[in-house]
């Protein structure tokens, strides 16, 4: 055990007590383009379902994707950087500027933003930072995790269960 574990607590007993979102689908694509389509449309549904629980129960969620974008580098122009991926669902995916925000070295629009339209969180290194949001449901991420520490702690950030309390739709419990 590492030496700054307080205790220990199995995903299957967090997800007993409906803490987390469980199972998480995973897919890796060699496109971007593919993957984000996909995420988008995976999120799309997210929000049908919320949609249909708050009929059944009243609850009401707000699916986010979250988008992990790479660091800016000199060497690398092709990198799809924070500004990169803003751009690029604004203009190949054609997603309303009032429904994204950028929170990274400069700019962190997530204060201003609407929670109401708020549907996409773009940002490089705030996700290892230990933030995270529970209507958080979709992850996208445009780097590799260089440890199974750093890909733990980023598919965390997908984790938590909104409210904590199961959801009548299945889909919006897991991640």
């Known amino acids: 055990q590492p030496s700054n574990v307080l205790y220990s607590v199995s995903a299957s007993t967090l997800q007993g ?33 919320a949609d249909a629980e708050k009929a059944v129960t009243g609850e009401v969620l707000r699916p986010i994707m979250l988008l992990q974008a790479e660091r800016q580098q000199q060497a690398n122009p092709d990198a799809m950087t924070v500004d990169k991926v803003w751009r690029a669902l604004q203009d190949d995916f054609d997603v309303p500027r009032d429904q994204i925000a950028r929170s990274a070295t400069g700019v962190d629009e997530l204060d201003g933003a609407d929670p109401a339209k708020l549907r ?12 995270d949001w529970p209507e958080a ?13 750093a890909l733990e702690q980023i598919l965390g950030r997908v984790l938590r269960m909104p ?13």
């Open 163 to 175: 409210n904590v309390t199961r959801k009548q739709h299945e889909e919006l419990n897991c991640a």
């Open 137 to 149: 449901y979709v992850l996208l991420s445009f780097r590799g995790s260089s440890t199974q520490t």
């Open 17 to 49: 007590e409906d803490m987390i979102k469980l199972p998480v689908d995973m897919a890796a694509h060699g496109d971007w383009r593919i993957a984000m389509r996909e995420a988008i449309a995976c999120l799309d549904r997210l929000q049908a379902a």
């Open 120 to 131: 996409f969180v773009v940002t490089a290194d705030k996700l290892r930072e230990g933030w």
